[in-house]
C-alpha cells in the first residue's frame, strides 16, 4: 500500500464493483461497515485479509489502513458511523454475521444516503442494534511479519494446493520447522494447518464468485476430495458451496 488516501467521513451509500475491481487503500477517520450484497469482498490491511461472502459483512474501525477487492461482480453496501458508535467495541478489522433481518437494514440504510429525516435515523437505530448482536465469523487470514515465515506463507497464496508439509516447505525457503512452527504461533496465533486452510478456504471464495465448479474449486485450493472441501467449509460459513452460489 504505497500511497494512502484520506477521508475524513466514511462513506455512506451503494456502488457496484466488477469482478476484481477494488478500492484502492485508504483511512477515514469513522468506522465503517462494508457488506456485499451480491460477489464476495475482500479487505486487505498491513496485518492481513478479511473475507466475506453476502451472509458476512466486514468491520473497518476508524483510522484503519485498508484497501478493498471484488471477487465476481460484487454490490458494495457501506455504512459509516461515527467513532462513538462501536456497538461491538471491536478496535480491529472483523468479519461479521449477518442475518436476513440486518442485511434487509443495510441494504435500505444505504439506498438513500442523502435522506436525514426522522424515518431514516429510527432505521439507523434499529440496524446499531442488530449490530450489537452480531458475532465474529471466521475469515481472517493474519499475514506474516517475519520474512522467513513470509516467504513459505508466499508460496502458499501463490499455489494453495502445495500439499508440501511445514518442513519440506521450511526445506525449501532454507528454515526449519521448529523455527517456523514457533513463528505460527507468535505472528499468526494459530498452527500452521489451521492458517493453511483458512487461506485455501479465502481462496475458494474467490474461485466459487468467479463462478468456477465446486470440483474444481476444491482440486484447486488443495482438498484431496469435493465431499472433504464441501465439508470444510459448511463447517466454516454455515452452508455448502453450492448454497452458496444462491446467497449472491
Known sequence: MERIRHTPRATTGQRPLPAGGGIDAHRHDEHQIVYAGRGVLAVTTDAGSWIAPANRALW????????????????LHLVGLAVADNPLRLEQPAVLGVGPLLRELI?????????????????????????????????????????????VC????????????????????????????????AELGMTFPQWRTRLRLHHALRLLAEGVPVTAVAHRCGWASSSAFIDVFRRAFGHTPGAHRALG
Open 154 to 185: 508466499s508460496m502458499l497464496h501463490d499455489d494453495p494446493a502445495d500439499n508440501r508439509t511445514l518442513r519440506q516447505l521450511g526445506a525449501a525457503a532454507g528454515v526449519g520447522e521448529r523455527t517456523l512452527t514457533r513463528l505460527c504461533g
Open 107 to 151: 441494504i435500505e440504510y444505504t439506498a438513500r444516503p442523502a435522506d436525514l429525516g426522522a424515518e431514516r435515523r429510527r432505521l439507523r437505530a434499529v440496524l446499531l442494534d442488530q449490530l450489537r448482536r452480531c458475532a465474529e465469523q471466521p475469515g481472517y487470514v493474519p499475514a506474516a511479519r517475519d520474512p522467513r515465515l513470509a516467504a
Open 60 to 75: 473497518i474501525p476508524a483510522g484503519t489502513v485498508h484497501e478493498h477487492r471484488a471477487y465476481g461482480a460484487t454490490d
